[in-house]
């Protein structure tokens, strides 16, 4: 039997519609607008592309989002100084900065920057260091590991005593979203490019997080039967048929694994719509913690 498939998009338009009403009862109630400001180092196209899609997600809930744009030649200081006036401005619940910025940069001591209590991306490291202690709650989860969770719940009554297995240990998706699985009470297990018998560790998944970013690197024979796929992976690949000349693939070969797993996500169509919508959520939740 083929799986069900996770409509990331369907899901991510509902939370875009919770989002609007939220706002609309904050501006009912009287309060402020909340507000989203991006903030773009350099010419990265993808980056580009995403600043834009983040901004019109915001327009669309009816977030005011600020956009910034500084060019490569800017500074660390320059950066720095950009999002300490961020910091201090009213109007503004949320930073994003967009990353990665370029070569040089100091990524981390911009992240340190953001306060704490407008880091919607949520990957100031005390939000971090929450997320990893027992007891503490983090402000604000990342978007896509947040993307992540929303979906596994909705899919599953229980993650508590799963086998999950998280294929993939970077900051932004793999270790965070190992991190909110353990919270669960999942079994978890972090596996990479350097385990060993690595087709062996993903098989026992009753859960499987692809997030490696290699292309239809996770086989069918892979997949534990029954097991619930998340592939967070968006990758190129050629293909002459397509006007652009290439599609969009996930780290999981989608036909094969859909005829083992219970349930799946496409690539595109499935993690990326929860990610911007998380945010938006994020937003609105920081605008209304400022209250």
Not at 84 to 93: A, E, I, R, S
Not at 178 to 183: D, G, H, I, Q, T
Not at 225 to 252: C, F, H, Q, S, W
Request: hydrophobic residues 45%; contains cysteine; aromatic residues 4%.
């Amino acid at each position: 039997m083929a799986a069900r498939v996770i409509d990331g998009k369907l899901i991510g338009e509902e939370l875009r519609k919770e989002v609007e009403v939220g706002v609309q009862e904050r501006l009912k109630a009287g309060k402020s607008r909340p507000g989203l400001a991006t903030v773009l180092v350099g010419e990265n196209p993808a980056s580009q592309v995403y600043v834009k899609s983040k901004q019109k997600a915001c327009a669309e809930v009816g977030i005011e989002s600020f956009g910034f744009e500084l060019p490569k030649e800017a500074g660390q200081d320059e950066v720095e100084k950009l999002v300490k006036q961020l910091n201090d401005d009213p109007k503004v619940n949320g930073i994003l900065v967009q990353l990665p910025l370029p070569s040089g940069f100091d990524e981390e001591r911009v992240l340190n920057a953001i306060s704490i209590e407008k880091d919607v991306d949520g990957f100031h490291p005390l939000n971090i260091g929450r997320l990893a202690q027992k007891g503490r709650d983090p402000l604000f989860i990342p978007c896509t590991p947040a993307g992540v969770m929303y979906m596994l719940e909705r899919e599953l009554p229980t993650l508590e005593g799963a086998n999950a297995v998280v294929l993939g240990r970077s900051n932004i998706v793999g270790m965070p979203v190992a991190l909110l699985l353990v919270r669960a009470n999942a079994t978890v297990t972090i596996c990479h490019s350097r385990s060993k018998n690595l087709p062996d560790i993903v098989r026992n998944a009753d859960v499987l997080v692809a997030a490696v970013g290699k292309a239809e690197m996770v086989r069918g024979d892979w997949v534990k039967p029954g097991a619930v796929v998340i592939d967070v992976g968006i990758n190129r690949v050629e293909d002459a048929t397509k006007p652009r000349g290439y599609r969009l693939v996930g780290d999981v070969h989608y036909e094969e694994a859909a005829q083992v797993a219970q349930a799946i996500t496409p690539v595109p169509g499935g993690v990326g719509p929860l990610t911007i919508a998380m945010l938006l959520r994020n937003t609105l939740r920081a605008a209304n913690l400022a209250d």
